[in-house]
């Protein structure tokens, strides 16, 4: 591949990557929104605003790829993948903002359980960003390695639900295991999206040359 070619090649794979970031900003945000004692509103702010920007630039940047299949095909599906994301996001928000309306605060030890498997889940989607540019198989590997944390995570959340010393009462309990769901499957966009990363290993990656 030319110079010109690697140039555009790595371009495109920055972009794909400021999606994922940004999906991740939008995740991180509606996590704040329903874990947060204070800044709660803010985390919606941010939310709302990554998810904007997402849709904005999802269908434009994805569908920018240079010439080559493997862009092509990388730009397609870190796009869907991407997309999940955000639908996500948006879901998340839909329960805090049902929360905030009607029900009581999480009991503290089921919280943290839950902020667990949020900093684990969100933490591959903005792993999964660099992942992309580095173009490495190894980087690859190590995501893919750690995505079985998530569903760790969540297994101590139902193991405490079930063993809760105080009744918990259903809406909690239902909220609490839609949303260690929602958040196991962004883990999975994660991997998802860290796999088409391995289209673009070669002598002519993006991440080549890099320091």
Do not use: N
């Amino acid at each position: 591949m030319s110079d010109t070619g690697v140039g555009e090649l790595r371009a495109f794979v920055g972009e794909l990557a400021d999606l994922v970031r940004l999906a991740a900003e939008a995740l991180d945000g509606a996590t704040a929104a329903l874990t947060a004692e204070v800044g709660a509103a803010d985390g919606v702010v941010r939310s709302e605003k990554a998810l904007a920007e997402l849709r904005g630039r999802i269908e434009e940047d994805a569908g920018a790829a240079p010439a080559g299949v493997r862009a092509v095909v990388a730009g397609v599906q870190v796009g869907r993948e991407v997309e999940w994301l955000g639908v996500l996001a948006e879901r998340l928000l839909e329960v805090a903002w049902a929360r905030q309306q009607d029900r009581e605060p999480f009991p503290e030890q089921l919280l943290t359980s839950l902020r667990a498997i949020a900093d684990a889940a969100v933490g591959l989607v903005g792993r999964a960003a660099d992942v992309l540019e580095q173009a490495a198989p190894e980087a690859v590997a190590d995501l893919l390695s750690d995505m079985p944390e998530t569903a760790r995570r969540q297994r101590l959340l139902y193991e405490r639900l079930l063993a809760a010393e105080a009744p918990v009462d259903l809406g909690t309990a239902a909220d609490l295991v839609l949303l260690s769901g929602h958040y196991q499957q962004c883990a999975e966009h994660a991997g998802a999206i860290g796999r088409y990363a391995l289209l673009f290993t070669g002598p002519s990656s993006p991440g080549r040359g890099r320091s």
